[in-house]
């Protein structure tokens, strides 16, 4: 983009307009969409860590949890895949530290661009990543025994629901990249809000069997 393209996209009073806002915001999401291509081990691990979540619960704990892996897997999937979404949300915690104690975003302040197309553009295509994710981890599950049984609707407005979960958890993870010193920070709060999130709810086992506080508790998580 020409400098003086970035002077056109300004408005009166050098506020940028909304036309420019969204195009430099879809140029942000592209940067750290192309990033993969120089970091493919993040691609893996969007593709991989969603598949062993999936074999993991379904073969390892499936068993245990209900009569067999399939019926576990019709139970669990969904979370699963919010569980996987959490984990996920590191990334964006992570790539933006890195972007701030690098100097990106001072770079980025420098230019007439909108203030917020740095941090849209991260979410923007963090959230592509995780439909990735998602569906790679829907696939599988149709693969190993899983029955959509909301029909095509259903389909869709749980597929919307989860991007949503995922839209507020990146901001979520906007925040913890924002207030840690560096990455090894970053992951110490990730982990400290993931995981009791993830392993007392009762996306991947019923409530039912835990003791009276445990169960209000494991009830009232998303």
Not at 32 to 39: A, F, G, R
Not at 186 to 214: H, K, N
């Amino acid at each position: 983009m020409t400098g003086a393209a970035l002077t056109d996209s300004l408005g009166r009073g050098g506020r940028v307009r909304p036309p420019a806002a969204l195009r430099q915001t879809a140029t942000m999401a592209w940067r750290s969409l192309v990033s993969v291509k120089h970091n493919p081990l993040e691609l893996v691990d969007y593709s991989i860590t969603p598949i062993m979540f999936v074999f993991l619960f379904t073969y390892v704990f499936g068993g245990q949890m209900a009569g067999s892996p399939q019926q576990y897997l019709q139970y669990a999937l969904a979370g699963i895949i919010v569980q996987n979404t959490l984990f996920m949300s590191m990334y964006t915690a992570m790539s933006l530290n890195t972007d701030l104690t690098k100097g990106v975003f001072d770079r980025l302040r420098s230019l007439p661009i909108a203030r917020s197309a740095p941090l849209f553009g991260r979410i923007v295509a963090d959230l592509a990543k995780q439909l990735w994710a998602m569906l790679l981890m829907i696939a599988l599950g149709l693969v190993l025994g899983f029955e959509i049984t909301g029909g095509p609707a259903g389909f869709a407005g749980a597929t919307v629901l989860l991007l949503t979960f995922a839209a507020a958890v990146s901001w979520t993870a906007v925040l913890i990249g924002m207030v840690a010193g560096d990455a090894e920070k970053v992951q110490v709060f990730a982990f400290t809000f993931i995981f009791p999130l993830t392993f007392t709810s009762s996306g991947s086992s019923r409530s039912t069997p835990c003791p009276g506080g445990s169960r209000h508790g494991s009830k009232s998580t998303p």
